[in-house]
């Protein structure tokens, strides 16, 4: 990469940062410093911004770069991914979104609690979501850090440690300063900017076939060397059975994982109703399915122009396919087009993965101040107001999501938030159906159906070829490998419902029939919603 | 901010005690003379509802979208991925120029989701949302504790 490239992009970068911290100083300038305001935004954004806010929360800079570089390296086994993670959204829509927007406050432990005793259950539900959100800010941290650093074209050790750091600190400014409602306004124009970009790069990779997307097909078979199979599944996921299952618990975990997501359950509370909170959820389905049909086009267009080989040179992940493809399109490496584009694609990666990591660090915020601290703090202890508590928790945060960003630094993006959502469909959506829709669910079941899905799920991945016992793993010199599954799902989300049941059923206590009839009552009708 | 501090107290005591002891302040004062034990009446109130026939047929209509959906959406989903890591042969069975069987399978995925979403979102707005939302009248209501009309 020349030096115009980067000075174009690090402008670029700059001017987004300028915007951010602009809208984060006018969010801020009366502020209430109520709950309500900084954990939802006032509940007030309209249904399409908060679609639009949702759409930005979700596509981080791995479906962007990374599917899109999957489909270029692996050919149709990239495309399993992104239909994954768009069927997962029919399970939010069907059953989560408008439920728990009429059962809850802000968190997820809220829709659960309230049937519950209370404290140990949210205790268990914020320590989940603490952990989903955590283990999901390093993927984007390192993400951040690799490809700033592979993108500015200085691959050192400082400006990956400094990237990190910088990231790190402007998320904490964002949030604690700005609120939801910052995050927002900063998830909205960046879902702007990533779509618009998406949408001016498959124009001009469709414009290159002339409209043919049988022939794009074609040429990307050709060059990929693999033929008529680059175009069917089986290149990556195909060999032995072990492979094999390992994507079938990915795909599990990607489509039962988003809904138990603590960032996007959370957007659903900064709309005044579950209406709204449906509606919303139709707009971002609209905008995810329409951009994740685009990074299809993409992939193939990046192995059909750029070429695997060329891709694979760059990053062996493929996680440049999208920047080089945008380079050659835009009129190749030497002329103003391609410097221009190739910066606004860098550019907008950058601002894709600062407003991800902002939204999920509110969240995690949210679900310490709010379930953690407000259930252990020692009652006679001088009372202190949550939002301070939040504050203060979105740079302890930051500060552990930097250091672990930091120590991850070579680890797999993809696989982290694979188990991001692992750990999120075997943890958090159990309890939560069960307490929507089960009216014997006890105490003791909630409490185990997070421990039960969490435990086994972290377990299980420190116990994968992911840790030890082959060449790629983080501590290749070690061998205690005794799961031979990369991604947990398979075995921790039934894991998890097992649990709940039988923690359920070998309770002594009585379900308590007035508060199922509370909240199913609430959840259908929006009755006393807050 | 209406409902801010008084709710975030009745959330740490949980739904059912709090309706009486804090929710009142923005409730009619009377009410509140005629229940002896407030936290009793509104739990109540969240049974006679669930109770009535009003609220069993809003749970009837959304259950029976709902349940029937989830259970198609997801064999099929599960059905394209266990087919596309155990079958390839029959997914890269051509249909038309470079376009396979794997290609159709994945766009049809895209289709059948906006398909589900789409209907969805046009059953609960005109099946539901009308009675949800007199339902919703009625119980707030009943839990201010004012006789209204839930049948």
Redesign the interface.
């Known amino acids: 990469m020349t030096g115009d490239h980067q000075t174009l992009a690090l402008f670029l970068f700059s001017m987004f940062i300028a915007v951010t911290l602009g809208i984060t100083t006018w969010v801020s300038r009366h502020r209430h410093g109520s709950a309500e305001e900084f954990y939802a935004g006032g509940r007030l954004f309209s249904p399409m911004e908060n679609g639009f806010a949702i759409a930005g929360d979700y596509m981080s800079a791995a479906s962007f770069l990374g599917i899109s570089g999957l489909i270029a390296l692996y050919g149709y086994d990239g495309l399993l991914y992104s239909v994954g993670f768009l069927v997962a959204w029919l399970v939010v829509l069907f059953l989560v979104a408008e439920l728990v927007r009429n059962c809850g406050r802000f968190t997820l432990a809220d829709v659960v609690a309230a049937r519950m005793n209370e404290r140990p259950v949210r205790i268990a539900a914020g320590t989940s979501s603490v952990t989903v959100s955590v283990l999901y800010l390093v993927a984007q941290m390192v993400g951040a850090g690799s490809l700033v650093a592979l993108l500015l074209g200085r691959t050192s050790a400082a400006a990956q440690t400094w990237t990190v750091i910088g990231v790190g600190a402007l998320m904490v400014i964002y949030v604690s300063f700005g609120g939801m409602r910052a995050t927002t306004w900063i998830q909205i124009v960046k879902a702007v900017l990533l779509l618009g970009g998406t949408i001016v790069l498959t124009v001009l990779v469709l414009m290159r076939f002339h409209g043919d997307f049988d022939q794009l097909l074609r040429t990307a078979a050709e060059r990929s060397g693999h033929g008529e199979a680059f175009l069917a599944p089986g290149l990556k996921y195909g060999g032995d059975w072990t492979a094999r299952f390992d994507f079938i618990s990915l795909g599990l975990a990607l489509v039962l994982g988003t809904a138990g997501l603590p960032h996007i359950l959370s957007r659903f509370y900064t709309v005044p109703t579950a209406r709204a909170a449906r509606r919303s959820v139709v707009w971002s389905i609209g905008l995810i399915g329409g951009f994740y049909l685009m990074t299809i086009v993409l992939g193939f267009g990046a192995a059909a122009i750029v070429g695997p080989e060329a891709v694979r040179g760059s990053n062996a992940a493929g996680n440049t396919a999208v920047p080089l493809l945008a380079l050659d399109v835009g009129g190749g490496a030497d002329s103003t087009g391609g410097t221009v584009l190739f910066a606004i694609v860098a550019a907008v990666a950058f601002a894709t993965i600062l407003a991800v990591v902002a939204g999920i660090t509110l969240a995690s915020s949210a679900s310490v101040a709010h379930d953690l601290y407000a259930s252990l703090r020692r009652p006679r202890g001088r009372p202190r107001s949550e939002v301070a508590v939040a504050r203060t928790a979105a740079v302890g945060i930051g500060v552990v999501a930097i250091g672990l960003g930091l120590l991850a630094r070579d680890l797999n993006v993809a696989f982290l938030v694979g188990l991001a959502f692992a750990v999120a469909a075997s943890a958090n959506l159990p309890v939560l159906l069960y307490s929507l829709f089960w009216r014997g669910f006890t105490t003791r079941g909630a409490v185990w159906a997070v421990y039960g899905g969490l435990i086994p799920a972290v377990m299980l991945v420190l116990l994968s070829p992911v840790v030890s016992g082959s060449p790629e793993s983080l501590f290749p010199g070690v061998d205690f490998q005794y799961f031979p599954l990369q991604n947990p799902g398979l075995v921790s989300i039934p894991l998890g419902f097992v649990a709940g049941w039988l923690g359920t059923v070998t309770s002594a206590e009585q379900p308590d029939e007035a508060k199922h009839a509370e909240t199913e009552v609430r959840s259908l009708t929006g009755a006393g919603a807050a | 901010?209406r409902?801010?501090d008084p709710?975030?107290d009745a959330?740490?005591s949980?739904?059912?005690e709090s309706a009486g002891t804090d929710a009142p302040a923005s409730a009619v004062p009377s009410a509140r003379q005629e229940h002896a034990a407030p936290a009793l009446a509104a739990?109540?109130v969240?049974?006679e509802?669930?109770r009535s026939a009003a609220?069993q047929e809003?749970?009837r209509r959304?259950r029976r979208f709902?349940v029937p959906?989830?259970a198609v959406?997801?064999v099929w989903?599960?059905a394209?991925?266990?087919t596309?890591?155990?079958a390839?042969g029959l997914?890269?069975r051509?249909v038309?120029?470079?376009?396979?069987v794997?290609?159709v399978a994945?766009l049809g995925?895209?289709l059948t989701?906006?398909l589900?979403?789409w209907a969805?979102?046009r059953h609960?707005r005109l099946r539901r949302?009308r009675a949800?939302?007199e339902?919703?009248w009625d119980?707030?209501e009943l839990?201010r504790g004012i006789r209204g009309g839930v049948s």
């Open positions: 901010m409902y801010d709710w975030y959330l740490a949980g739904w059912g739990a109540e969240y049974l509802v669930q609220f809003v749970r959304y709902v959906a989830v959406f997801l989903y599960l394209y991925v266990v596309a890591t155990t390839p997914m890269a051509p038309a120029g470079a376009v396979n794997a290609m994945g995925q895209f989701t906006f589900f979403t969805y979102a609960a949302d949800a939302l339902l919703r119980t707030q839990t």
